[in-house]
């Protein structure tokens, strides 16, 4: 396994500048967003996000008591054998999607008036995002989506069943939208009850569901399991900080030479071993600017530097679902402008999206140092798109990720 560290890149090495590129601004004269159109006026003072991380976090806010790898009261019971390989979702998508309802149930009822914080919501939804993450990612590497189906397992390869499991929770969070949570919950329990340690077909279960249910299900739902694969738009970012993990052979690391070099090279040198495997030998190749730009179209790119530090940064920020002004960057309407603030988000790699951007941004040398020493444990958290980590005198950190598609209600047939 190798990673490579890039230094010294210049914008000419990664083709043309961004239509639309602008200088980085100060946060006192503009919100703190890059690419904004420069016909736009900047917004007046009262209107401009106010910094955050600048005092105290709420207390309730600061922790959420129920664990995600914790064991919770379940959902619904019962573990199903799949009876052919095209069954494969059902027996995976059932229990995992499980864990994720059981952990929204835990969390409901420790919420005051049953009513999720926004860490808590933030929990929930990145323990579903998590599954819908991996089918798209999956779907990326292997070349194209699989129908339900379809799935047939290789031994020699882990796409096939990541687009399984993935695509079965996604479709299972949908149907549970379609027909509603506590009626879903019931029809899950009584199969699951029914045909425990029992290999099961994907039509017993349509079948179970439509009669329970009392409404159609098998016509919603073939679009997922036949021939017309439904993947989200390509220009949706499906990735998370921890995406690059399933082939870290396929990541290059670069840092940022700009500014706090010698920082940013310490944290790049840090961050191969816990990101990039333990077990395994990460070597740093240090190599000319020249041909880099096809280097990284075919890796994922582990950025060390917020912009104006790291000219690949630079380039690839429009990509990401954060914002940076001088001095600041915004994560959801939120703005952080303590020296000591940091961030790790995931996006598309501007070169290919069949590849990912990990940038690991802080406000100083320092704060870039502390967060990639402060990567999450993939065992005790699923995974985030963006996860903020303000000074620790402050508050604690987030992490977030947007709304899973299959959270909210859907016609199943029209995706």
Not at 21 to 45: C, F, L, Q, W, Y
Not at 137 to 145: F, M, P
Not at 374 to 394: G, K, R, T, V
Request: charged letters at 25%; a negative charge.
């Amino acid at each position: 396994m190798q990673s490579w560290a890039l230094f010294g890149l210049r914008w000419e090495d990664l083709g043309p500048e961004p239509v639309g590129k602008e200088k980085v601004s100060d946060i006192s004269h503009s919100s703190p967003t890059i690419g904004r159109s420069s016909a736009s006026p900047p917004p007046n003072e009262s209107t401009a996000p106010a910094v955050i991380d600048l005092v105290a976090f709420p207390k309730e806010e600061e922790e959420v008591e129920v664990k995600f790898e914790a064991r919770h009261p379940f959902a619904w019971r019962g573990t199903l054998l799949p009876k052919t390989e095209a069954d494969d979702w059902l027996a995976a998508g059932f229990a995992e999607y499980e864990r994720v309802i059981a952990l929204e149930n835990a969390c409901r009822l420790e919420a005051k008036g049953g009513k999720l914080s926004r860490t808590a919501q933030d929990l929930v939804d990145r323990a579903l995002f998590a599954h819908e993450s991996r089918w798209q990612t999956a779907a990326r590497r292997n070349g194209g989506d699989t129908p339900l189906l379809e799935t047939r397992a290789d031994p020699a390869r882990r796409e096939w069943y990541d687009i399984a499991m993935g695509k079965g929770v996604v479709l299972l969070a949908a149907l549970r939208g379609h027909l509603g949570a506590k009626e879903c919950d019931k029809l899950f329990d009584e199969f699951g009850t029914a045909h425990a340690g029992e290999q099961v077909s994907t039509d017993q279960f349509l079948e179970h569901c439509e009669r329970g249910a009392g409404k159609p299900v098998a016509e919603l739902v073939r679009s997922w399991l036949g021939g017309d694969t439904r993947s989200e738009p390509s220009e949706k970012n499906i990735w998370t900080i921890e995406s690059f993990e399933a082939e870290p052979e396929r990541a290059l690391i670069v840092y940022g030479t700009l500014r706090d070099r010698a920082a940013q090279r310490e944290a790049a040198t840090s961050c191969s071993a816990p990101s990039l495997g333990d077990s395994a030998t990460s070597r740093f190749l240090f190599v000319r600017t020249r041909g880099q730009r096809r280097r990284m179209r075919s890796h994922h790119l582990l950025l060390i530097g917020r912009p104006g530090t790291n000219h690949v940064a630079e380039r690839c920020v429009a990509r990401l679902p954060v914002s940076f002004a001088r001095g600041s960057f915004q994560v959801r309407q939120e703005t952080f402008a303590h020296a000591g603030s940091s961030v790790i988000v995931a996006g598309d790699n501007p070169l290919n999206p069949r590849f990912s951007v990990v940038a690991f941004a802080g406000l100083s040398a320092e704060a870039t140092w502390k967060c990639v020493q402060s990567l999450p444990d993939e065992d005790d958290e699923p995974p985030a798109q963006s996860f903020c980590l303000p000074p620790a005198e402050s508050r604690n950190g987030f992490a977030c990720c947007p709304r899973p598609q299959a959270s909210r209600s859907l016609e199943l047939n029209s995706r």
